[in-house]
């Protein structure tokens, strides 16, 4: 069973217990997450389409880390000047 198929099988599961529920909120709660577990699955099915693989980058054989430089705002000359 695929990972969309057990999102389906949830699915149904939310609505037949939203069929027997009494209460509006929780049949509106149970419908709504059936919803989303079918929205899952929809999203599974591409996922399972999609060839992506992952590729780790090189370990660094350098000791240090490279150091990353911070540049300060200077003031701006002359922008101001005094009457």
Do not use: F
Not at 17 to 35: D, I, P, S, Y
Not at 46 to 54: E, F, P
């Amino acid at each position: 069973m695929t990972q969309a198929d057990e999102y389906r099988l949830k699915a149904g599961e939310l609505i037949a217990q939203a069929g027997r529920e009494t209460r509006l909120n929780v049949r509106r709660e149970c419908l709504g997450l059936a919803q989303r577990y079918l929205r899952l699955a929809e999203q599974a099915e591409l996922n399972s389409q999609t060839d992506l693989v992952y590729e780790t980058p090189p370990h660094r054989e350098s000791a240090e880390p490279a150091q990353q430089q911070q540049q300060q705002q200077q003031p701006q000359s002359g922008s101001r000047q005094k009457s």
